[in-house]
């Protein structure tokens, strides 16, 4: 009975460097969602995913991180040439079906942080 | 967007005291979620609630979607329940209530 598996929980990456976040969601869910949280702030959105398609990407910055989902294997959120600013946890979560009134169900994070 | 609103920002309570948070929001809602994130840093499911009461042992939820509140009931508090308690409304989160709970 996994839940959200998110890995590796901890990343440290150089600036300039690329940051790879991985996320399998729960058994028979097929819906994924990842967010970002700055130390001592909430969760803000990033990017809603069902598989091999990009549903809302609105709270992606513009240049550097992209997300995918694949038809097999864990969505992947990259960051290309890291930043001091892109410290943070990223979580990941994962609905059943798609839409508004879904729950969603929570990893532990990645704790990333850039020297 | 909707907007989520917490109160109240911060809340230290003596152990076995009762407090409730509130959770305002803008806009009408298909889902709302109350989440603790522990001092861990892990956010644990409390309640699925975009309508009604729930209570799970020493915690009850209620979400009175019409007037765009949810309230999150914590009796007879415990050293453990202390963290930061989030509402999410869709893809928003609240800022959060950071609960202390004193020994």
């Known amino acids: 009975n996994a839940g959200v598996m998110q890995n590796p929980r901890h990343l440290v990456r150089r600036r300039g460097q690329e940051a790879r976040l991985r996320c399998s969601p729960m058994?028979?869910?097929?819906?994924v969602y990842w967010y970002r949280q700055l130390p001592e702030e909430g969760l803000k959105f990033m990017v809603y995913?069902?598989?091999?398609?990009?549903?809302?990407e609105s709270g992606m910055p513009k240049e550097r991180f992209s997300a995918e989902f694949p038809k097999e294997g864990p969505s992947i959120l990259r960051i290309q040439q890291v930043v001091r600013g892109d410290s943070a946890a990223y979580f990941c979560?994962?609905?059943?079906?798609?839409?508004?009134?879904?729950?969603?169900?929570f990893g532990d994070g990645t704790r990333l942080s850039i020297l | 967007g909707i907007q989520v609103e917490q109160s109240p920002p911060d809340l230290i309570l003596q152990e076995g005291a009762n407090s409730t948070l509130r959770c305002n929001f803008s806009?009408?809602?298909?889902?709302l979620q109350w989440f603790h994130q522990n001092p861990w840093g892990q956010l644990i499911n409390l309640f699925y609630?975009?309508?009604g009461t729930k209570q799970n042992g020493r915690l009850s939820a209620t979400t009175v979607a019409t007037e765009r509140y949810s309230l999150l009931y914590i009796s007879s508090s415990q050293t453990t329940d202390s963290g930061v308690y989030f509402c999410?409304?869709?893809?928003?989160f609240g800022a959060g209530t950071r609960l202390t709970v004193k020994p």
């Open positions: 999410a409304v869709d893809v928003r």
């Open positions: 979560a994962s609905s059943r079906l798609g839409g508004a009134n879904q729950p969603q169900h």
């Open positions: 058994k028979g869910h097929s819906h």
């Open positions: 806009d009408s809602v298909n889902n």
């Open positions: 995913l069902q598989k091999e398609n990009i549903i809302d």
């Open positions: 609630i975009p309508s």
